[in-house]
């Protein structure tokens, strides 16, 4: 089966617990170039008012939260849900018991609850490893109270391309990598969601990365689905291109195309 919907990996392997997608996220966090916080920036997006009741699925480590965790309204209950149980386990140690916030296992495709139960909700980064994506679509709908409003965040197809071409180069890069954005992406989104939903909007964010340490990036590639082992002598070889290439240029350039996604 295709690792990038195959549950029972994702969630005994890629998605286990946090560290995977913390070494993406860290790469992100410290060498992007854009002066602006991603995650504050899509918190701005949600709208977000005291009393409301919110839902984070495939909420993976719950860096949204994490992030403005201080901006948040004293009011609010955010349940919180991931198809791995050790990803929730993360989000919930990142969180710190925060009495706003609670945690469970489930899948996007069943949710466990009643129609119109949330004025916001969250499906950032994970409808491309749903098995029936148009299912999980009308899932999510299904639960949001009439007036309420999705954010759906994705990459397009053309996201850290450096990278894939990079990782091609030493025969690091699988084809189901480039799948992501086919599944679900910033370019077929509006007609993925158009099934469920009467509005849909594709906000982009510009940034890009410039990397100056190699062991962060060797750790990003080795986090990603299905990379566990590098082939014999491609880790020296791609720290070698990659220390001359910081050496030469002061840092490696990964353009980044990535965003929000709203539906109402
Ligand atoms: C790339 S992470 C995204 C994490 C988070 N939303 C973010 O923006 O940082 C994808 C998450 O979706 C979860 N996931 C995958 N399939 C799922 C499903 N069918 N239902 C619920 N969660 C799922 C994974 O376990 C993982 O934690």
């Known amino acids: 089966m295709d690792p990038i919907s195959d549950q029972e990996y994702l969630k005994k392997e890629q998605y286990r617990q946090g560290d995977h997608l ?18 504050e920036w899509m918190y701005d997006l949600l709208d977000l008012r005291a009393g409301m009741p919110v839902m984070e699925v495939g909420c993976g480590t719950g860096e949204i939260w994490h992030t403005n ?31 706003r916030f609670d945690f469970a296992a489930a899948d996007v495709q069943r949710l466990p609850f009643s129609t119109g139960q ?26 949001l109270a009439p007036g309420g409003r999705l954010c759906a965040a994705t990459n397009s197809a053309g996201h850290m391309q450096e990278l894939g071409d990079l990782m ?52 990003y590639i080795r986090s990603m689905v299905g990379i566990w082992d590098f082939p014999p002598g491609a880790q020296e070889e791609i720290t070698a291109w990659v220390n001359a290439e910081i050496q030469t240029n002061g840092g490696f350039t990964i353009h980044k195309a990535s965003g929000a996604v709203l539906a109402w």
């Open 69 to 99: 965790q201080r901006r948040l309204p004293a009011e609010l209950q955010v349940t919180m849900l991931d198809l791995s149980t050790g990803m929730a386990g993360s989000a919930r140690a990142v969180l710190n018991s925060d009495a």
């Open 168 to 219: 091609n180069r030493f025969g690091l890069m699988r084809s189901e990598l480039h799948d992501f954005a086919a599944r679900y992406g910033l370019e077929n989104a509006p007609a993925i969601l158009g099934e469920s939903f009467e509005h849909v909007e594709v906000i982009p964010f510009i940034d890009s990365l410039f990397v100056t340490e190699t062991r962060a990036l060797l750790d």
């Open 22 to 39: 913390d070494a993406r996220i860290q790469l992100h966090r410290r060498f992007s170039v854009n002066p602006s916080n991603y995650f």
């Open 118 to 143: 949330f004025e916001r909700v969250l499906a950032n980064y994970m409808l491309y490893h749903v098995p029936d994506i148009s299912l999980a679509v009308r899932e999510l709908r299904r639960v």
